[in-house]
């Protein structure tokens, strides 16, 4: 069984400042990791994925994430943020051998001008 | 349609009534799933189909649920004799199985009970 923990649930931040939501998980077997973006009232769009290759995945709205399998971590981040970034993000795992999502608790990101 | 469907968007039932909640997958995805997003938490993964293979049900939180998947396709969720803590939204997502995509979500079905 695999586990995902977000470690952040609340993160405020100001218009062009960067910001990076943590996320860790557990597994005994090797994974697929996601990130889920759902903006206020509406359903969840997928922001990123990293499957194999390069640690540094890059996503839709200048995010990007590193895969870090020392630190079992899959932390985001996006250098400069919008007002419409504003929403709820989720982190998610899926082992190899299975096709469960796990999902972290969400990171609600508030943009402030 | 392009994406993941699922109807109603809204719904509001009596406590005790019966509900069934629809999704229609993207046409060709084997896999679909379940999961349910009460206020201020995260996704609660409910059940999972993946072709012809018995269900994943491991996380339905009660006999009140059951799920089903009618010609590998359209799926019903189905909660009987509702409870006031059933409402949440009822998120439907489907992902291929020959290659690992990230699940595609709809755009829920808000349940209340009252």
């Known amino acids: 069984a695999q586990s995902v923990t977000q470690l952040d649930s609340q993160v405020p931040v100001f218009e062009e400042a960067p910001v990076e939501l943590r996320c860790n998980y557990s597994?005994?077997?090797?994974?697929?990791l996601f990130w889920y973006v759902q903006y206020p009232n509406q359903g969840l769009q997928l922001l990123l994925k990293?499957?194999?290759?390069?640690?540094l995945v890059k996503g839709i709205n200048g995010f990007e994430a590193e895969f870090n399998k020392s630190q079992t971590s899959f932390h985001l981040r996006k250098p400069s943020v919008h007002i419409s970034d504003t929403a709820e993000y989720f982190c998610?795992?899926?082992?190899?051998?299975?096709?469960?999502?796990?999902f972290g608790a969400g990171t609600t990101v508030t943009v402030r001008a | 349609g392009a994406g993941v469907s699922q109807s109603p968007s809204n719904k509001v039932t009596e406590k005790g009534k019966d509900v069934e909640l629809r999704c229609d997958p993207i046409?060709?995805?084997?896999?679909l799933y379940w999961y349910r997003q009460s206020l201020g938490q995260g996704l609660e993964f409910l059940i999972y189909?993946?072709?012809?293979?018995?269900?994943?049900k491991s996380g339905l939180p009660s006999d009140r649920f059951s799920a089903e998947r009618t010609g590998g396709s359209v799926s019903t969720l189905t909660i009987q004799r509702t409870q006031q803590e059933d409402s949440a939204v009822y998120l439907c997502?489907?992902?291929?199985?020959?290659?690992?995509?990230?699940?595609?979500f709809g755009q829920g079905t808000r349940l209340t009970v009252v």
């Open positions: 998610a795992v899926r082992s190899f051998n299975d096709y469960k999502l796990s």
């Open positions: 046409s060709g995805h084997t896999a």
């Open positions: 990293y499957l194999s290759g390069s640690t």
């Open positions: 189909f993946q072709g012809n293979s018995a269900p994943d």
């Open positions: 997502a489907s992902s291929t199985q020959g290659e690992v995509l990230a699940a595609f």
């Open positions: 597994s005994s077997v090797s994974v697929y």
